[in-house]
């Protein structure tokens, strides 16, 4: 240690005056707020689900079009509601996998080419109307496109039919 | 005296007029010893950044639509990682601008620093503080929350009394005598769109004015031993740089400690009782509702005028004692009467 007399050149064995010491400090220091708000602003830009906007189309990809052979059909989930996607000699459609009568969800019977309700037998046909059972209205529809190989259905346009 | 060091980089450099330029503006003199004061311009402009670069963080999430408008400030402030901070610094930030211009201004009045080669400065200045004043203004509207809603409504009635030119004003800024979305739309072109441009060229001509003149010495006295000392740029911009650090805290402070409240959505049929407007527009609101409207607005225009033509009205070069009193006593009286035009309307 060197005696200090309060000078600038005053410097400590590891040669380091306390100009250049307080230099570095604050260059530290602006640097490392710099740091700090470019992380906030990476923050600030990166999008969360609870932020993902309401409004305009938009479309969920749900599988490609190979994944689903014709005939048969594949439940798949759109914002947090089972869909039945179905593969028909019309091109796909996508009808709500929610009955109308106590939204169980309903089954698809390629055989008999019908949706089955498990809780009280209600049946509709591959249009969504209902064959028997206790349900009155027919199944919610959703439009489904084919972009390319990929199947993707509109999340926000629903319609009965 | 600081001698300009020159630079070694050749013209064959890839950055060549780059270089040299950095160079020389670094090492431009100015004077060694200016006063604090001179700050304010520095710190002005340090805000008007900041305002710039939360501005365009905010327009990310921001929906300007009446509908949407409170529900996406809603979203940003609640949901948005930091939204709630970069929308309190971005209101923090407008209030401390339009602050450091006010006092930015002053410092120039009392300094003559509007005199020849610095009239553009001042004019220029001007334009500023009503730009900045205009953006706060119309920045205050877009929340759409029952404040903003209700404060933007007791100015337009405050305008409604300007006989003559209310409707002129009325249809042009608030798109008809009512509030409604066509306000909202306006306010916010206004807001993102035109007031930068003309804050821009306003800016860009304001500091090529102060480049080119210089920065004013505090000891002209040619006697002083201080006078005409200087130092490198680089050295005052360190300085600058020091201020701007310690803004940035200030700044960072108020807006995590005071955010700016967000009221319910606007209803045009539940007024909010008694609703001031922003502390820069108690002296304006107090002149126009207590004098005849015609007259208030007349005299507001005139002062204006007044203010805008400084530089034409006071000339001299070197001014008599007798005018350095009325120069100080004018300056005195102004913001005496701007404070006590605005304690009126506050404690009214």
Redesign the interface.
């Known amino acids: 240690m060197t005696v200090d007399g309060g000078g600038q050149g005053s410097t400590d064995v590891s040669g380091t005056s306390r100009r250049s010491f307080l230099g570095r400090v604050?260059a530290g220091?602006?640097i490392a707020?710099a740091g700090g708000v470019i992380a906030?602003?990476l923050?600030?830009?990166?999008p969360?689900e609870?932020?993902r906007s309401s409004?305009g189309p938009r479309r969920v990809r749900v599988g490609r079009a190979a994944d689903i052979p014709a005939g048969t059909g594949r439940l798949v989930l759109v914002d947090e509601e089972p869909v039945w996607i179905l593969n028909l000699a019309r091109g796909f459609v996508g009808v709500s996998a929610f009955c109308t009568h106590k939204s169980c969800v309903i089954k698809w019977e390629e055989s008999r080419r019908l949706f089955d309700c498990p809780c009280h037998d209600g049946r509709f046909d591959e249009r969504g109307n209902v064959v028997s059972g206790p349900p009155r209205r027919p199944l919610t529809h959703f439009r489904v496109a084919l972009v390319g190989d990929d199947i993707y259905v509109s999340a926000r346009e629903e319609r009965q039919v | 005296m600081f001698q300009p060091a020159k630079s070694d980089r050749s013209s064959t450099s890839l950055f060549y007029p780059l270089g040299e330029i950095v160079w020389g503006t670094l090492h431009r003199a100015v004077p060694a010893r200016i006063s604090v004061g001179h700050a304010f311009g520095a710190l002005a402009l340090f805000l008007f950044a900041l305002q710039v670069a939360t501005g365009l963080l905010l327009m990310i999430y921001y929906r300007p639509s009446a509908e949407a408008a409170h529900y996406s400030i809603g979203i940003l402030t609640d949901e948005v990682r930091f939204g709630w901070l970069v929308r309190s610094v971005h209101a923090w930030s407008s209030d401390l601008l339009v602050l450091a211009a006010m006092l930015h201004m002053v410092r120039i009045y009392f300094a003559r620093a509007y005199l020849a080669p610095r009239r553009l400065s001042w004019a220029t200045g001007l334009v500023l503080l009503v730009v900045a004043v205009a953006f706060a203004f119309s920045g205050a509207l877009l929340p759409w929350d029952q404040y903003a809603y209700w404060s933007i409504d007791a100015a337009r009635e405050t305008i409604a009394r300007i006989p003559v030119v209310s409707s002129a004003l009325l249809n042009v800024f608030w798109g008809g005598w009512d509030i409604g979305e066509e306000v909202l739309l306006r306010f916010y072109a206004f807001h993102v769109g035109i007031l930068p441009m003309v804050a821009l060229a306003c800016l860009g001509i304001h500091l090529l004015t102060v480049w080119n003149a210089g920065l004013q010495e505090d000891w002209r006295e040619p006697g002083d031993p201080r006078a005409r000392t200087t130092r490198p740029l680089s050295d005052l911009l360190l300085d600058v740089l020091l201020v701007v650090v310690i803004a940035w805290g200030v700044v960072l402070s108020l807006a995590v400690v005071l955010p700016p409240t967000l009221l319910g959505p606007a209803d045009p049929l539940a007024p909010l009782p008694d609703v001031q407007p922003r502390w820069y527009f108690l002296p304006t609101r107090r002149l126009l509702r207590s004098l005849p409207p015609g007259l208030a607005a007349l005299a507001v225009a005139a002062l204006f005028v007044v203010v805008f033509a400084l530089p034409l009205v006071d000339r001299a070069e070197t001014e008599p004692a007798w005018r350095k009193v009325v120069h100080r006593a004018l300056g005195v009286l102004a913001i005496a009467a701007w404070v006590y035009l605005a304690a009126r309307q506050y404690y009214r």
């Open positions: 604050f220091t602006v707020g906030s602003i923050a600030y830009l990166f969360r609870s932020v409004l």
